[in-house]
């Protein structure tokens, strides 16, 4: 199985910061890298799929690039409902498997 | 609007069986995948499975192969997943998830609110 390893595991930030998500493969995915958002007691919401197409609805303050092993996930001008647990997923081959999670906090 | 409605909490002893229900509405339910992910308190993601509602083609992860069902029933939109022998490190939340389209496999879009299965004696 593919490994997706996020760093960092948790990241404390501000409103109004900028902050970056890391997501490397341990196998080449060429772009199919997903980005899930998880707020506490609530559903996995997808931000982005195929490494940097938003989902529809997803505000353009989310940005996902990278290709191979190597993703970002870059959130600006944070805001007080942005605070919440980011996944990376692969959607290259079966089976699937996600990152650790980075918990982003103020 | 796309919705994947789920059926409620359930509490189960060691050794029973579950079976969750993911009802499907605001699209044609046979054109997309439907996947089954876990949540154990306080832990990442686990992909359980998916199904082809259109055919009924699964595949699940090795570690599943025997003790999960999943099924669909075209007739009222319904994807199933049945968990069997449970044992207390299946407590966790299950979530159904749509696939974004009938050729891009476990790529999500849409989620299920979640369904908390406790185990316990």
């Known amino acids: 199985d593919i490994q997706m390893t996020q760093s960092p595991s948790s990241l404390s930030a501000s409103v109004g910061d900028t902050v970056t998500i890391t997501c490397r493969a341990s196998?080449?995915?060429?772009?199919?890298l997903a980005w899930l958002q998880q707020k506490p007691g609530e559903a996995p919401k997808s931000l982005i799929y195929s490494a940097s197409t938003l989902h529809t609805g997803v505000p353009s303050k989310f940005s996902g690039s990278g290709s191979g092993t190597e993703f970002t996930l870059t959130i600006n001008n944070l805001q007080p409902e942005d605070f919440a647990t980011y996944y990376c997923?692969?959607?290259?081959?079966?089976?699937?498997?996600f990152g650790q999670g980075t918990k982003l906090d103020i | 609007q796309v919705q994947l409605l789920q059926s409620g909490a359930d509490v189960k002893k060691p050794g029973a069986s579950v079976k969750i229900s993911c009802k499907a509405s605001?699209?044609?339910?046979?054109?997309?995948?439907i996947n089954w992910v876990r949540q154990a308190p306080g832990q990442g993601l686990e992909w359980v499975g998916w199904i082809n509602p259109q055919n009924g083609n699964r595949n699940q992860p090795v570690k599943f192969w025997g003790r999960v069902t999943m099924t669909t029933d075209t007739a009222t939109n319904t994807a199933y997943m049945e968990l069997r022998n449970l044992k207390p490190d299946d407590t966790a939340v299950y979530f159904c998830?749509?696939?974004?389209?009938?050729?891009?496999?476990?790529?999500?879009?849409?989620w299920g609110q979640g369904t908390p299965v406790t185990v316990s004696s």
């Open positions: 196998e080449d995915i060429t772009n199919n």
């Open positions: 997923q692969h959607h290259n081959s079966f089976p699937p498997t």
């Open positions: 605001g699209y044609t339910f046979t054109t997309r995948g």
């Open positions: 998830a749509r696939d974004i389209d009938d050729s891009d496999w476990y790529n999500f879009d849409h």
